[in-house]
């Protein structure tokens, strides 16, 4: 694969630590190699460095925009110009674009989750959704899975480090969107069972089940998974986690966390280039291995 590197060839990148295994250069460098487009993206570790001085430099160099990932996701929020309405919400940024010298922060993860679960051959607005998780990835599924119209939202966590994030998120979506949100503790089986036998859709946003510890899944009694609820987990290593095998096993559609990466990442790239990322030619080449 050859990129040419000219004159005029924008910089985009990733910031935040760890970032060496991320696939997004490849992802973004074929893109625009396929489109013919004069950009490239490369990958900073951002850990020992201050946040504020790294966007002045990249808005001095004209940067077409950036990505984010933890622990900058929220760090970030002081220096930006205008968030989208759900990166409002959500209270974090993954997706940064440069117009004109303006900094406007997205989240593109809730998007690409929510376009993975529609190439599922699901529609959101048509019954109750159970979201297992309260952390990072969690409130970006719960915000747009909300603002896309999903009726109903149980939101479920252990009393643990994101227990008050979970209030907050069904507070900011019962506030502010027409869908009902509510929020049980993960360790109240029956109440657990009670949300996910209402619900079509089930949602693991946990990292139980992510490897080396593949042993885990975050509901304790499988048997609650019957169809016809589809089963999603935001893991993508393992392809099939613990949660997924187990539904499978009871007869439940499942599908894994690769197309949310792969989805959030497309969305980014219309925000910043306004064209449409080649992702058939991308899913190929990066995601069936
Ligand atoms: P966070 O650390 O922000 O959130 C982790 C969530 O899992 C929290 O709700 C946490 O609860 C809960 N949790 C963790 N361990 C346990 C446990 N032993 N028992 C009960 N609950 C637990 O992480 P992220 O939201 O960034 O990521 C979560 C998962 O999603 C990871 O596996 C990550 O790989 C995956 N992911 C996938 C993406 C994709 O594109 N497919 C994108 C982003 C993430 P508490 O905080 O209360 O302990």
């Not at 987990?233 to 986690?241: G, L």
Request: with cysteine; aromatic share 6%.
């Amino acid at each position: 694969m050859n990129y040419p590197i000219t004159g005029h060839t924008r910089l985009g990148c990733l910031l935040g630590t760890p970032i060496a295994h991320s696939i997004s250069p490849m992802m973004y460098n074929e893109s625009f190699r396929l489109l013919g487009l004069d950009c490239i993206y490369l990958c900073f570790d951002t850990a020992q460095a201050e946040l504020e001085k790294i966007v002045d430099g990249l808005k001095e160099m004209n940067v077409y925009g950036f990505n984010l990932t933890m622990p900058d996701k929220e760090r970030i929020l002081p220096y930006l110009d205008e968030l989208s309405p759900a990166a409002r919400m959500i209270g974090a940024v993954n997706t940064v674009k440069n117009e004109n010298g303006r900094l406007v922060g997205h989240n593109t993860d809730g998007i690409g989750y929510l376009r993975s679960v529609r190439d599922s051959g699901y529609d959101i607005t048509s019954g109750p959704m159970t979201l297992l998780g309260a952390g990072g990835a969690a409130s970006s599924i719960a915000i747009q899975a909300a603002l896309d119209g999903a009726p109903t939202l149980h939101i479920i966590n252990r009393k643990g480090r994101s227990w008050s994030n979970a209030q907050r998120l069904a507070d900011t979506i019962n506030q502010n969107t027409s869908c009902r949100a509510d929020v049980t503790d993960l360790a109240d089986e029956a109440a657990v069972k009670s949300c996910v036998s209402e619900s079509l859709l089930l949602t693991n946003a946990t990292s139980i089940g992510m490897a080396p510890n593949t042993e885990g899944s975050p509901i304790a009694d499988p048997s609650i998974l019957q169809p016809p609820l589809l089963v999603s987990d935001i893991i993508y290593n393992p392809r099939q986690t613990r949660l997924l095998a187990q539904a499978a096993a009871n007869g439940c559609p499942t599908f894994n966390g690769m197309y949310m990466l792969l989805y959030q990442g497309e969305a980014a790239f219309r925000i910043w280039t306004g064209q449409d990322m080649p992702v058939e030619e991308i899913r190929r080449q990066f995601f069936l291995s």
